[in-house]
Structures are given as structure tokens and as C-alpha cells.
């Protein structure tokens, strides 16, 4: 069952612009995750923040968690065509929940 | 319409010995995924099935594991002759369509996993 909730659904920006996904979620977790799927391929592992960390980077992708919120950003900095991607959280407590997922396209 | 369902929740294995990995889709879906996530870690891609057919098993080890999405009854993934670093969460995901024709064809619902122990 779909737990974490990203927002937006649908994100359209130009290419060299900024894109930022946030995901929200209901219980206590040991950590986060964020997974990119491109179209008809399986999901890919982008970065894993522990619930003690804040803040993580890894190359233009940058990831913040705030447990007081519930809550997580992923941002992408100068987008590329080549992000135009599905983009999801997971939550791993007791179990590992997904949100639906938030569609990101790039215009070059 | 009941989630995409797993079973069993728990395997424990012996080494050696097989392990049967069920996964079935919600009402709909005909396009399986399966993945597998080691402790403290992500999930890993191992195949992407449609009824029938492999997809795509790039993530798949080269021996003993294999998998199946018959044209009746759930995905299986079987793994023969177990080891100890076999032990891991295996999850599957389903969705209703795949490329070229859906739009929302990145939309995969996934299961609550099977945890395996290799003993």
C-alpha cells in the first residue's frame, strides 16, 4: 500500500531550471529514500537519508528530511532533459512504503 | 480492489534449498517488477515482467534465480540452492500498463515484501 504522499503530482519545468518534489508520510521511520523510474524501466535508487540526518547531497540532487513535519524534499538543481523521469519516496520503518509518485519533465 | 499482494511475508531457508517468491498483482495490472533490498539499503531492480514474457532481467543474477509471470496466477521468483547472501527483502510492484501506451505507466504499487532468511 502506497503510504508516503508526493506533491506536486505533475511538475513541468525548462531545461537549467530547478525542480523540487516534497513527500510526506504518516509513521516513524529509520530513513528515506528516493527512486527515479524512467519510462517502462524499473525504479532506480537516487539517495537514502537516516531519520537522524537532515540534509544529504549527491552530485545535483539534494535531499532534506524533517521529522518534526513528516516530511521530505528532493530538489534538482540545473535540470536536464535527461531527469524527465517518475520520481518516488519510500519509508522504511517497520516496513518499506511507497508514495505514488510525482512526474517530472524537463523541456530542453 | 485489494493491493498487490506477497506471499509468504517471511521465508526461512536452509542453505541449499529453494525458495518460492509469490507475488500477486492488483486486479488489472499486467506488468510485474521485482526487486530486492539488502539491510540499510536500497531497493535493487532485478526483472520486469508481463504476462508471459521477461522483459527485462538485467538485475537478475546470472544462476539460480528466475522468474515468471504465467498467464494465470502470481509472478514467481524462485531462487535454487540458497546462500546466506541471498538473505534479503525481496518486493514486487505491478502496474496497468506499459510503454508506449500509458501515461501513467510509471505508477507502480508495490507489495509489503517477502522477507527471506537463509539459515
Known amino acids: 500500500s502506497q503510504q508516503g504522499e508526493e506533491d506536486p503530482q505533475a511538475l513541468s519545468i525548462q531545461e537549467g531550471e530547478n525542480a523540487t518534489m516534497n513527500c510526506s508520510y504518516k509513521?516513524?521511520?529509520?530513513?528515506l529514500q528516493w527512486y527515479r523510474q524512467n519510462s517502462g524501466r524499473g525504479l532506480v535508487h537516487l539517495i537514502l537519508?537516516?531519520?537522524?540526518?537532515r540534509e544529504k547531497h549527491s552530485g545535483r540532487l539534494r535531499v532534506t528530511l524533517d521529522t518534526s513535519k513528516k516530511s521530505s524534499s528532493l530538489l534538482i538543481t540545473a535540470s536536464r532533459a535527461a531527469d524527465t523521469a517518475s520520481y518516488f519516496c519510500?519509508?522504511?520503518?517497520?516496513?518499506?512504503?511507497f508514495g505514488a509518485g510525482t512526474r517530472l519533465t524537463v523541456k530542453p | 480492489n485489494a493491493g498487490v499482494m506477497q506471499n509468504p511475508r517471511h521465508l526461512v531457508r536452509r542453505r541449499g534449498q529453494e525458495a518460492r517468491l509469490r507475488c500477486s498483482p492488483m486486479?488489472?495490472?499486467?506488468?510485474v517488477y521485482w526487486y530486492r533490498q539488502l539491510p540499510e539499503e536500497g531497493l535493487k531492480f532485478m526483472v520486469y515482467?508481463?504476462?508471459?514474457?521477461?522483459?527485462?532481467e538485467s538485475g537478475m543474477p546470472k544462476e539460480r534465480f528466475s522468474a515468471e509471470f504465467p498467464k494465470e496466477g502470481p509472478s514467481i521468483l524462485r531462487i535454487q540452492q540458497v546462500v546466506r547472501g541471498d538473505s534479503a527483502a525481496y518486493f514486487c510492484?505491478?502496474?496497468?500498463?506499459?510503454?508506449?501506451?500509458?501515461?501513467?505507466?510509471?505508477?507502480?504499487?508495490f507489495g509489503p515484501g517477502t522477507r527471506l532468511t537463509v539459515l
Open positions: 537519508i537516516r531519520s537522524n540526518e
Open positions: 510492484a505491478s502496474s496497468p500498463q506499459g510503454p508506449p501506451l500509458s501515461r501513467i505507466t510509471d505508477t507502480q504499487y
Open positions: 486486479k488489472g495490472h499486467s506488468h
Open positions: 509513521t516513524s521511520i529509520n530513513n
Open positions: 515482467l508481463q504476462k508471459e514474457n521477461i522483459i527485462d
Open positions: 519510500a519509508t522504511v520503518g517497520n516496513d518499506m512504503r
